[in-house]
């Protein structure tokens, strides 16, 4: 089977085009939820603002691009691929650079998988490694989400969310989500929707030109195997290789913990003291929704969200910035820092991923 799409070299300016796209829309969007926040009280919050939090904030991203290469490391070297530590980082960084600077993340998968056969692992082995760190990051936002759950509905600040709804609009409000989540579980469960979808693509013309159809059945063919690798993989590493997993799992905590820990930071820096578990696990929730807008940076849409959630916990005066600070530490920080490594990679290739010959080449002397 050719390995095409793993093996060509990703195509540096769409990624900057893409990255480009998804800084626009961040700043836009940034710019009016300042727009409708900034008052009078707004330039004296910045006096606020604590600047010993400052290199806590930026100890904790830097400790969360360690963990995410330690993981890329463990997991090669758990199936038999000794890479180096600092291909791993590199690795990591280049796709946190595909994946802020790409429509839902997808650079990313692209550029980890072209990485690591650089650094002579082979496809499958590295959609392996790639299938266990998404069922490490789902079993800690498993595990993380019922506590999380629990505080909110403690936390009077997140009922604030939901008493601010008179009553008449909170009743047909929480019915909607229940029928529609719901009517998402059957649609999915039953296969409903492969059938929709397939007759939509089927009869729409520009669907037969662009072969929707059988697109969309590969599609299908690949999540099935995705989920089955996932499965095998990590059935494999529980049985075989048990503390590697439970070493990524590890490093997998400390990495979103520092990753989305910077919010809650943040907050604690403005004088604003919450409860980090249901922070936590929101960042979780709006990374989510970020991919499926299917826009770069996900088109400005997390940060109204975000500006929505951060009104019940500081003064609306202070959202914007507190919005600033966060988007700069959570994209615009991963985009600047993953794009300088991978740039820094692209020009250093040989020498970072040497060449599969030239690793044991010997100079005999005569």
Known sequence: ??????????????????????????????????????????????????????????????VAWLCNGGRIWINSRALGHKIKYRQAISVSMSTEFGIAASPAGMGGTAMRLYLLKKAHVPLTTSASMLAADVFVDLTFFGLLTPVALYFILRDQSWAGMFLDLPGRQLFPLAAVVVIGISLMVIFFQTGLWAKVIHAIASTTPHGRIRRWPGKFRHFRWAMKRSARRTWLITRFLFRKRRSALLLNFSLATVQWLCRYGTLPLILLAFGSLKNPFPLLFIQGFLFLFGMMLFLPGGGGGVEVATAFILGHFVPVSMVGLVLVLWRFCTYHLYLLGGGAVFFFVSGQMDTIFPPKDSRHKKITIS
């Open 1 to 62: 089977m050719p390995e095409s799409d793993s093996s060509s070299s990703p195509k540096i300016g769409k990624y900057l085009r893409y990255g480009l796209q998804g800084v626009t829309l961040c700043i836009l969007a940034t710019a009016l939820v300042l727009f409708f926040t900034v008052e009078d009280e707004t330039w004296g919050h910045i006096a606020m603002f604590n600047w010993r939090f400052a290199p806590l904030i930026v100890a904790a991203i830097f």
